[in-house]
């Protein structure tokens, strides 16, 4: 297993991250198959990974709806025996639910039972999950920052994060406002290099020395196994014999920033492929005629494009409070993936939606590329109404 050094804390981490958001389940996501899903955990720990991340609504009936069952198997599946020790060889990192959080005393409150849930005296990375701007100014203003130095004082926790599903100027400003952050928590991918924080988010925070954790490098598979056809064409001509899978690993890992990537691992092929690039992919590795081989797979998908929307944000601000680019982002993914998951298109966390959008036209007079945006907006509300 390759290890890398998370930031600041000067922590080393396996370069895989085991993520405990899609584990085997028996017909419903709420009912893990512990069986399945223990022998995956404790495999990967054996193989060197010593990363395990979950989460409060993870496993829930329906997601982001309630307590989920992620978190009591994973304090399950480490508790084991004795002679294992699963719990000291790994480092645990679940999330405070910030959605669910309306006072100072609540924060408190979920950090005890998510405690009981997982089977621990302390946490080893509390993270505040998925965070935009609004959501981190109203946990500072309710008291985030001295909840999260006090949970490290009392030995709770032993480092704060947060991951991000915002725009991608907040990600250095939550930076900014708390200068205990161990890491940053963000989405990217070959696909996603310009998506919430992006890029630019990734190295702001590398600069800053803080550890970078990534988040959806697969896509939710989408990079895996689900790809189009256009898509694997390219993959397909190129010498090196990887998988769609094991090129999406690698991109990610070929950036110096990035500390780690957490992969939700359902099977034993996807758990052993994953194992085997881990230990083998490095930073700086892919030489240039790689890297061509992306960009022609961006421009692969290219023709399945609905708004060709630059995200410059010359339309924004709405005077609706229509997030435009957002919005399109998330009908150009439907079309992209064809599907129609929140989560995989970013859909959940828009806040706002295109059913506010009356018709103005202030947007189309502001966007250098001539968007018809009313009409987007309609196909996008068309496009995720169930």
Request: aromatic share 8%; glycine share 8%.
């Amino acid at each position: 297993m390759q290890f890398r050094r998370l930031g600041k804390t000067g922590i080393e981490v396996s370069a895989l991250g085991f993520g405990c958001m899609r584990l085997p389940t028996l017909g419903a996501p709420d009912r893990i198959d512990e069986t399945a899903a223990t022998g995956l955990l404790h495999e990967a720990i054996e193989a060197g990974v010593n990363y395990i991340d979950t989460a409060w609504f993870y496993h829930s009936a329906a997601a982001m709806a309630g307590a989920g069952e992620s978190e009591p198997f994973v304090g399950r599946a480490l508790s084991g025996s004795p002679k294992n020790d699963w719990r000291e060889r790994v480092h645990l990192a679940t999330k405070l639910p910030q959605q669910l959080v309306k006072t100072r005393e609540d924060m408190d409150n979920f950090l005890a039972r998510q405690l009981e849930r997982l089977q621990t005296e302390h946490i080893d990375f509390y993270l505040v999950h998925g965070l935009n701007g609004e959501s981190w100014n109203r946990m500072r203003d309710l008291g985030v920052r001295e909840f999260l130095d006090k949970a490290r004082e009392r030995g709770l926790i032993r480092h704060a994060a947060f991951s991000f599903h915002g725009k991608k100027e907040d990600f250095p400003r939550i930076i900014d406002e708390y200068d205990a952050w161990a890491f940053g928590q963000l989405q990217y991918n070959y696909i996603d290099t310009d998506y919430q924080a992006g890029i630019a988010g990734l190295r702001y925070a590398a600069d800053k020395g803080l550890g970078v954790v990534i988040m959806e490098p697969l896509k939710g598979g989408r990079l895996a196994n689900k790809l189009p056809p256009e898509l694997q064409a390219v993959f397909a001509a190129r010498p090196e014999g990887w998988s769609p899978a094991e090129w999406a690993l690698r991109y990610v890992w070929n950036e110096p920033g990035v500390s780690l990537l957490l992969s939700g691992m359902g099977d034993e092929s996807q758990l052993k492929e994953n194992l085997r690039v881990a230990d083998s992919a490095r930073a700086g590795e892919l030489k240039p005629d790689s890297l061509r081989v992306y960009e022609a797979a961006k421009k692969a998908l290219a023709s399945r494009i609905k708004a060709d929307c630059t995200a410059c944000r010359y339309c924004q601000p709405c005077p609706f409070g229509v997030q435009i680019p957002e919005c399109l982002a998330a009908l150009n993914s439907a079309a992209l993936w064809d599907t129609k998951d929140a989560r995989l298109t970013g859909w959940s966390s828009i806040e706002g939606r295109p059913e506010a959008c009356t018709e103005c036209g202030q947007c189309e007079e502001a966007c250098p590329q001539g968007l018809p945006i009313r009409k987007l907006l309609k196909d996008t509300a068309a496009a995720f109404r169930t």
